[in-house]
């Protein structure tokens, strides 16, 4: 299986910029499309961005689209989320997922579209 740890959250002011890192480990896939989702307490997990394994296609949430950027660097095995002009709205646990099937546009965009899924890291957006 494969194992998915994220880094690079923490604490910014509000119109600042964070990159996440999402490292994977563990078993490799021929098709392994990558996404970022978001969840607050009390509330169903968000889709923010997703990409293919080899980067040609990207889906991003309506909410974010313009703010933030993922990209992937299979020789590191890692993904990133770039997120600028932050905003406390922005304030969630970010996870990583990764997928076994096909790269598909509207399927990346489900929580039941990941097979695994890392611990998450926290990003908290102040004023």
């Known amino acids: 299986q494969v194992q998915l740890v994220e880094s690079g959250g923490g604490l910014v002011q509000a119109g600042g910029s964070l990159r996440l890192s999402c490292a994977a480990s563990g078993r490799t896939f021929s098709s392994h499309p990558m996404g970022w989702f978001r969840q607050a307490p009390g509330k169903e997990r968000e889709f923010v961005a997703a990409?293919?394994?080899?980067?040609?296609?990207?889906e991003y949430g309506a909410s974010v689209k313009g703010q933030v950027t993922i990209s992937r660097d299979n020789a590191k095995n890692t993904v990133y989320l770039q997120m600028n002009r932050l905003k406390q709205e922005d304030t969630d646990v970010y996870y990583c997922?990764?997928?076994?099937?096909?790269?598909?546009?509207?399927?990346?965009?489900?929580?039941?579209?990941?097979?695994?899924w890392g611990q998450g890291t926290q990003v908290t957006v102040s004023s």
């Open positions: 997922a990764a997928a076994s099937a096909y790269y598909s546009n509207t399927l990346v965009q489900r929580v039941d579209g990941y097979d695994y």
């Open positions: 990409i293919s394994w080899s980067g040609g296609a990207t």
